[in-house]
C-alpha cells in the first residue's frame, strides 16, 4: 500500500476541505473516486499552486478524471462549485418544479443536472412557509396526481439532460423496446393450394410419378423473407451520450427472438469504423457494451463519416448488406472532412440498402437547418429523416421502418435547401 507523509497545509485547510467535499460531488455524479485520488489531488494543488483558475481545473480534472465520458461530468461539477458564484441558485432551479411563465426557461446542458444532484445532496431547500404569505394573496392548490409519470416524461426527456438516476430508468425502459418489422416477399415460393403462381416444377413431377398424366394443378405463393438489420452508430464526442442509449436499444432488439430480423448487425465510428456486432450476442447488456467500448478506441474523438462509410462499403457492404437489408445511420452529420467523397460513399449505402433511415439528434430543435455541409451532402440520400434524442423518438422508428412512404422530415428539410 502506497504512504503518504503528512501534507505541509495551512492551520485553517479551507481548500482541502473543499476539494474532499468537490471529490464527494463527482463521486456522487458517478465518477470512481477513492480516499487515494483525493490525497493525490491536494498534493497536486500544492505542487502546482493556486496562481490559476485554469491550472487549477487541469491539476483537479488530470487527478479525478480516467475516461473520456468523464470529462463532460467533471467540468459541469467544476463550473458549479468552483466557478460560477451562483451556483446554488442555479442548482435549486434545476431540482425544484418549474413553472412555466414563473421560472426562467434554461435547458440544461450535458450532464448539468447529473452534477446539481451530485451537489445538493442531503442538501434540503429552502422553500418558503405559506404562513410567510401576505393575507390577502390567494393560494392556489395544485392536485399533481393527474400529471403524467415519471416513465412517461421519461419519454421525451432528452437523453443529455437526463440526470444520473434518470439515465439508468431510461436504460430499463430501453431494454423493454421492440423493433419488430414487416417481412417481404422474395423470388423464392412456397408450397401454397391457394397461391398465385404455377408450380410447373412440381406439377411435373407429380406427373412424371404417375406416368405423364397430369391429375393436380401444383401452385405456390412467395416466400416471406425476414431483412438483416445494420446499424452505423456515431461515438464522437458530440454523440457519446447519444450512442450509448441507442447501443443499449440495439442489444435489446439483437437478443429478442422473433422479433423478425434475420441478423443484427452493430458498426460504431468516430475516426474509425469497428464491427461490434460479435458483442451485441452477450445476453448481459453492461458486459456486452463494456466489450464493445475495450474494442472501438475511438470514443469521444473527432467524426470522419466519409472515411468510415467508405471502409464500411469497402469492407463489409457485401457481406451484410445482402437479402435487403435496412440500414440505421445514427449521427449528427458534422463531418470534417471533404463533402464531395462524403456524398458519394452515402449514395452508394442508399443503394445498397432496402432503406436507409437517418437518426439525427440535431432534429430535437426546432430551428433545426440543414446548413452544414455534411448535413447538405448526405439527406439526399436517404429515406427517411428522423430525430433520436429520446425514447419516444426511438419507439418511432417502428413507423419508419413498417412506412415504406415514411420519410420524417427529410421533405420538409430538402425543401429549406432548395429555397
Known amino acids: 500500500m502506497v504512504e503518504y507523509p503528512d501534507l505541509e497545509l495551512p492551520d485553517n485547510p479551507k481548500l482541502t476541505h473543499n476539494i474532499t467535499h468537490f471529490a464527494r460531488a463527482l463521486r456522487k455524479a458517478g465518477l470512481p473516486i477513492g480516499t487515494g485520488r483525493v490525497i493525490d489531488a491536494i498534493r497536486a ?3 502546482a499552486g493556486f496562481t490559476s483558475k485554469a491550472d487549477f481545473f487541469y491539476t483537479l480534472r488530470a487527478c479525478f478524471v480516467s475516461k473520456p465520458e468523464h470529462a463532460v461530468v467533471f467540468a459541469q461539477v467544476f463550473r458549479l462549485y468552483w466557478r460560477d458564484p451562483r451556483y446554488m441558485e442555479h442548482m435549486m ?7 412555466r411563465g414563473v421560472q426562467e426557461e434554461r435547458v440544461a446542458q450535458s450532464a448539468e443536472k447529473r452534477a446539481a444532484e451530485a451537489l445538493l445532496d442531503g442538501v434540503e431547500p429552502d422553500i418558503p412557509e405559506l404562513a410567510d404569505q401576505p393575507e390577502e394573496e390567494t393560494v392556489i392548490e395544485i392536485d399533481a396526481s393527474a400529471t403524467m409519470s415519471t416513465e412517461e416524461r421519461l419519454r421525451t426527456l432528452d437523453f443529455e439532460q437526463m440526470s444520473t438516476e434518470e439515465v439508468a430508468q431510461a436504460k430499463r425502459m430501453l431494454a423493454r423496446l421492440r423493433l419488430p418489422v414487416k417481412p417481404f416477399a422474395s423470388r423464392r415460393g412456397m408450397a401454397d393450394a391457394q397461391g398465385a403462381r404455377l408450380d410447373a416444377r412440381a406439377t411435373l413431377r407429380a406427373a412424371l410419378r404417375r406416368g405423364g398424366e397430369l391429375r393436380r394443378i401444383h401452385r405456390q405463393k412467395p416466400r416471406p423473407r425476414w431483412p438483416n ?14 450512442s450509448r442509449m441507442v ?3 440495439l442489444h435489446a432488439v439483437a437478443n429478442e427472438k422473433g422479433a423478425g430480423w434475420a441478423k443484427v448487425h452493430a458498426f460504431t465510428f468516430g475516426t474509425r469504423l469497428t464491427n461490434i456486432t460479435r458483442h451485441l450476442a452477450t445476453r448481459d447488456v453492461d458486459a456486452a457494451l463494456a466489450a464493445a467500448g475495450k474494442e472501438a478506441q475511438d470514443w469521444e474523438g473527432g467524426t470522419r463519416i466519409g472515411d468510415c462509410l467508405h471502409a464500411f462499403n469497402r469492407d463489409w457492404s457485401r ?14 452529420g458534422l463531418d470534417r472532412g471533404d463533402a464531395a467523397p462524403l456524398e458519394k460513399e452515402i449514395e452508394r449505402l442508399h443503394l445498397s440498402a432496402r432503406r436507409l433511415i437517418w437518426l439525427n439528434p440535431l432534429l430535437r ?10 448535413i447538405k451532402a448526405m439527406l439526399p440520400h436517404v429515406d427517411a429523416f428522423r430525430a433520436g434524442h429520446s425514447i419516444a423518438t426511438l419507439e418511432d422508428l417502428a413507423q419508419a421502418i413498417s412506412n415504406a412512404d415514411d420519410m420524417g422530415e427529410k421533405a420538409r428539410l430538402m425543401a429549406a435547401m432548395k429555397a
Not at 430543435?365 to 455534411?374: I, L, R
Open 45 to 47: 494543488v500544492e505542487a
Open 93 to 99: 432551479a434545476m431540482m425544484l418544479p418549474a413553472i
Open 229 to 242: 438489420l445494420v446499424v452505423i452508430c456515431d461515438i464522437s464526442g458530440s454523440m457519446s451520450q447519444y
Open 247 to 249: 447501443l443499449h436499444f
Open 319 to 332: 457481406r451484410v448488406m445482402g437479402q435487403g437489408a435496412v440500414v440505421l445511420l445514427i449521427t449528427d
Open 365 to 374: 430543435w426546432d430551428g433545426f437547418a440543414p446548413k452544414a455541409s455534411g
